[in-house]
């Protein structure tokens, strides 16, 4: 595996022992060179009273935010956005500096050069989940697990791909019990007290 090798759509990711494949979920593709969450504080101070600071996203910011919504839209279809628990895998590719000497690209092509520069991951992150909220998702809390495909990359395409797949889980606000279901059996405490029990009869 090299720096350029794309995500395989179809390759299940295991969480917990459930397989989630991503072909369940919403794919979304956006081209073109991923903006990290940036704020930018203003400052106003009238002539009498106390200053007022107040911060607002950068145009980069919403101006990509906007983009990664159009493109959440289409994947969507129509579909209203996913209310139960989900797992995101968030890859951001971003192209070598074509500055780069030959060295460096060959550790690029052989998968040993991370992307351990700026823009952070944290916030790269931040607005990425900010755009899927109300069209993939309708909270970004469901966002119960990240999968370890997540970060970011070196490639020749730029580009931001994001996978949302559900998990085959209970959301933690049910207020009723599923109908058919069966309380949780407490496994590690019936185990204990197995072994104990088998331990006394010794």
């Given at each position: 595996?090299?720096?350029?090798?794309?995500?395989?759509?179809?390759?299940?990711?295991?969480?917990?022992?459930?397989?989630v494949?991503?072909?369940?979920?919403?794919?979304?593709?956006?081209?073109?060179?991923?903006?990290?969450?940036?704020?930018?504080?203003?400052?106003?101070?009238?002539?009498?009273?106390?200053?007022?600071?107040?911060?607002?996203?950068?145009?980069?910011?919403?101006?990509?935010?906007?983009?990664?919504?159009?493109?959440?839209?289409?994947?969507?279809?129509?579909?209203?956005?996913?209310?139960?628990?989900?797992?995101?895998?968030?890859?951001f590719?971003?192209?070598?500096?074509?500055?780069?000497?030959?060295?460096?690209?060959?550790?690029?092509?052989?998968?040993?050069?991370?992307?351990s520069?700026?823009?952070?991951w944290?916030?790269?992150?931040?607005?990425?989940?900010?755009?899927?909220?109300?069209v993939?998702?309708?909270?970004?809390?469901?966002?119960?697990q990240?999968?370890?495909?997540?970060?970011?990359?070196?490639?020749?395409?730029?580009?931001?791909?994001?996978?949302?797949?559900?998990?085959?889980?209970?959301?933690?606000q049910?207020r009723?019990?599923p109908?058919?279901?069966?309380?949780?059996?407490?496994?590690?405490?019936?185990?204990?007290?197995?072994?104990?029990?088998?331990?006394?009869?010794?």
């Amino acid at each position: 595996m090299n720096g350029f090798t794309d995500i395989e759509p179809a390759r299940p990711e295991m969480s917990y022992g459930i397989a989630v494949p991503f072909q369940d979920g919403v794919r979304i593709v956006l081209r073109g060179v991923a903006a990290p969450y940036r704020e930018r504080a203003r400052v106003h101070q009238p002539a009498i009273g106390k200053a007022r600071v107040w911060s607002s996203r950068t145009k980069s910011t919403t101006d990509h935010q906007a983009h990664l919504r159009r493109a959440a839209e289409d994947a969507m279809e129509g579909r209203p956005p996913l209310q139960c628990p989900v797992c995101l895998v968030a890859r951001f590719f971003f192209a070598p500096p074509p500055s780069w000497p030959k060295w460096k690209r060959q550790l690029l092509d052989a998968g040993l050069l991370a992307h351990s520069q700026k823009p952070d991951w944290d916030n790269l992150r931040k607005a990425a989940v900010d755009a899927l909220k109300g069209v993939v998702i309708a909270d970004d809390a469901l966002i119960c697990q990240e999968s370890s495909l997540s970060g970011k990359f070196w490639s020749e395409t730029p580009r931001t791909e994001i996978f949302v797949s559900p998990l085959e889980q209970f959301p933690s606000q049910i207020r009723t019990r599923p109908p058919g279901s069966r309380p949780p059996l407490p496994i590690a405490r019936s185990n204990l007290q197995q072994t104990a029990s088998t331990e006394e009869k010794r």
